[in-house]
């Protein structure tokens, strides 16, 4: 099964439900969504460097010729 899980720099992404304890142990992720509501998950020991934002400012466009 497929969840919503909050990474550890406020983005969200889906993750396998069977990987939950892994990601949570690798300090990758924050909180699950189960039912409506962000659950946090329990802190981790694992220090991470925090990965840097991109600008608002971007933007993505795909061009594509037949």
């Known amino acids: 099964m497929v969840v919503l899980v909050r990474c550890c720099d406020d983005t969200c992404s889906l993750a396998l439900k069977s ?19 962000w659950v946090k998950t329990g802190h981790s020991t694992v220090k991470r460097d925090p ?8 933007v993505t466009a795909l061009v594509t010729s037949f």
Do not use: C
Request: glycine share 8%.
């Open 19 to 37: 990987r939950l304890d892994k990601l949570t142990n690798a300090g990758l992720i924050s909180a699950v969504l189960h039912d409506g509501v």
């Open 51 to 58: 990965v840097p934002r991109r600008p608002k400012n971007r």
